[in-house]
């Protein structure tokens, strides 16, 4: 099954569609890789879904993404003595290691990282960033805080620390325990959540032995100013666009989106944009304008990925949804100015030979406007680099293992096919042009382009380009 757009869909699955007959639609509606949200899945239904995903990749000859999303750690208050309080501006609240039942301007915080960590002047933020609170003084036993919004407060809300870089690691028990399952069943990636420096990534690939690629969160103030960092360490990036919008001011994401965007372009990393950008097809059949220009600025930006979270888990039009998307990204990369301004951000190559090889292949496929790009990988690197190059020629990514191509389903502008090492060189021509052909990406006649490393198989080995004839697939190459 060949797409019709280059910038790929991601999907999450839910009890509103986490079933075969639901994910088959899915697919076949635009879904590119698949994402599992560990909140609120558990072992067995992790196993059900790599199940499914399996036979769909059978059925329909195409490998299938599986992006597992870790929990990470959950900052919660303590429980009222009512079930709520009311919060005036003005008022102080306190927060208190000792364990108990909280009461009128007092709470327990049963994690003492943040004793540890938070200053005056920090700020606090409640429920999902609905109450807002000044710190004014802090001990290793005690924060007061000001209340600078009003309202109800329930039992066992979230709090957020934005000013706060935590003593904390990314991961919990429970995330180990994911992961460690995720890889037993083989998924191709895995998303870390509260990343807050270079240091957390560094554990989770520590971790996953290069058996899943980690993709770090952008979620939290302090991740930005280690984001460089981050990225080096990291596969892939997701702009976790709620929560930074959360512990930011909102204003402020727009061009945040945009940096962090285009720095990992910028690292050939590929880059997940999320959160809320369908939000009112969980209740409706159609989104809203803002919405569609919100996607489209997403692809104009050259987003790997675009995300679709409760829209496609927990909505009522999740096929809807995904074909919304689908339409809007088509109609974006059609657009008579989508590729002046994609490679407006387009930088020069690395000073290697596989990323001189791999800007090469996009100038000649441009210049002599050949069929296709066409990469034979092992590990990824080389359709990596193309894909970083977002030329205006598909990109068939060969490969002969099946964790690379799902890997690769993630990537901007790559159709992935599972096939056999060539032989040898002339072999290796010959299967590229019939895959091609068969693919429907060159018609008889037409030329092509092939990058791979020689000899063969050799991971990151990017150095011989060749351009070939296509035949009618009834001759030999």
């Not at 079933?19 to 698949?34: K, Q, S, T, W």
């Not at 303590?78 to 927060?95: C, N």
């Not at 989104?287 to 104009?300: I, K, M, Q, W």
Request: net charge neutral; with cysteine; glycine share 8%.
């Amino acid at each position: 099954m060949r797409r019709n757009r280059r910038v790929k869909i991601v999907a999450t699955l839910g009890p509103a569609s986490n079933n075969e007959a639901m994910m088959r639609r899915l697919f076949e509606a635009g879904a590119d890789v698949f994402r599992v949200n560990m909140s609120h899945a558990t072992h067995d239904g992790l196993r059900d879904i790599h199940a499914i995903v399996r036979k769909l990749e059978l059925e329909f000859s195409r490998p299938i993404g599986i992006l597992v999303d870790l929990q990470g750690p959950k900052l919660r208050i303590g429980k009222f003595e009512s079930g709520a309080i009311r919060l005036t501006e003005g008022d102080v609240l306190s927060f208190v290691r000792r364990e108990g039942i909280g009461a009128l301007g007092r709470v327990h915080l049963p994690h003492p990282e943040i004793f540890q960590a938070v200053q005056p002047g920090h700020t606090l933020l409640l429920d999902d960033g609905k109450f807002k609170l000044r710190v004014i003084d802090a001990s290793d036993v005690r924060i007061d805080a000001e209340v600078m919004t009003s309202g109800v407060l329930g039992s066992r809300k979230g709090i957020s620390l934005p000013d706060t870089v935590l003593p904390l690691g990314a991961m919990t028990e429970n995330d180990r325990a994911d992961v460690d399952y995720a890889l037993s069943l083989g998924v191709a990636w895995v998303a870390l959540s509260f990343v807050q420096r270079g240091e957390d990534v560094a554990e989770a690939r520590k971790i996953a032995r290069g058996r899943a690629s980690v993709m770090a969160k952008i979620e939290k103030p302090s991740a930005l100013n280690h984001l460089k960092e981050i990225i080096d360490l990291s596969d892939a990036i997701m702009v976790a666009r709620g929560d930074l919008g959360v512990e930011m001011p909102v204003e402020k994401v727009p061009g945040l989106q945009k940096q962090i965007t285009r720095a990992a372009r910028n690292a050939g990393k590929p880059v997940v944009v999320a959160t809320q950008m369908l939000e009112s097809m969980i209740y409706s059949h159609a989104p809203t304008r803002a919405e569609v220009s919100d996607v489209a600025t997403a692809v104009f930006e050259g987003a790997d990925a675009i995300m679709l979270s409760a829209e496609s888990a927990v909505g009522k039009f999740p096929v809807e949804a995904v074909e919304t998307m689908d339409r809007v990204a088509m109609e974006v990369e059609r657009d008579p100015l989508y590729e002046a301004i994609i490679h407006a951000q387009r930088i020069g190559p690395e000073a290697t030979g596989a990323d001189a090889i791999s800007a090469a292949a996009r100038t000649v496929a441009e210049t002599l406007n050949l069929a296709a790009i066409i990469c034979y990988t092992a590990s990824g690197a080389t359709s990596l680099r193309a894909a970083r190059e977002r030329p205006a020629q598909p990109i068939l990514a060969l490969t002969p293992i099946p964790a690379t191509g799902r890997k690769l389903a993630l990537v901007w502008g790559l159709h992935c096919v599972l096939t056999d090492d060539p032989r040898d060189l002339d072999d290796m021509v010959a299967k590229a042009c019939r895959i091609a052909y068969q693919e429907g990406f060159a018609l008889p006649g037409q030329r092509v382009i092939i990058l791979a490393g020689v000899p063969l198989g050799t991971p990151g080995a990017t150095n011989m380009l060749r351009i070939a004839f296509v035949g009618d697939g009834s001759e030999d190459y």
